[in-house]
């Protein structure tokens, strides 16, 4: 195999501060981050966070996108918090009184801690799309 197909790859490194933020991203956007991996190809290679655009460039071979859904072990991932869930939760409780500004603090506090769980729950191996169809990589997360 040659540097240009992406069957060559072993394992990939990403960020956990990338993998989380493009995965949040996705959650309250209407952007789709993903994890590049630019070629050429191999054993090791890194994802960077990336912003797909509509001019994205094409080439032989081309980068390798990844979910950042598919970084995550589903069962150990917990739901990404909705304002909406934190707004219930407070007027649910009899010892508090809804304001703006606690659904505000109070919401950004669930994110925070969703982001460190989001931390604990990657997944251990990944499957890539080729041109080949799929090929499952190690996942090696940096920084988590």
Not at 72 to 91: C, G, K, S, V, W
């Amino acid at each position: 195999m040659d540097d240009a197909d992406p069957r060559r790859i072993r394992s990939i490194a990403v960020s956990a501060e990338d993998a989380v933020s493009a995965y949040e991203a996705g959650e309250r956007s209407a952007t789709h981050p993903v994890l590049r991996i630019n070629p050429p190809f191999a054993g090791r290679m890194r994802a960077r966070l990336h912003v797909p655009g509509p001019e994205e460039p094409s080439g032989d071979p081309a980068p390798v996108h990844v979910d950042p859904a598919e970084l995550f072990d589903p069962d150990l991932l917990p739901a990404y918090p909705e304002p909406a869930d934190t707004e219930a939760e407070i007027r649910s409780d009899p010892d508090l009184e809804y304001s703006t500004e606690l659904h505000h603090g109070r919401h950004v506090e669930r994110v925070e801690e969703w982001r460190e769980a989001a931390t604990e729950a990657f997944a251990e191996h990944v499957e890539i799309e080729t041109p080949h169809g799929t090929h499952e990589v190690e996942l090696k997360v940096l920084g988590a």
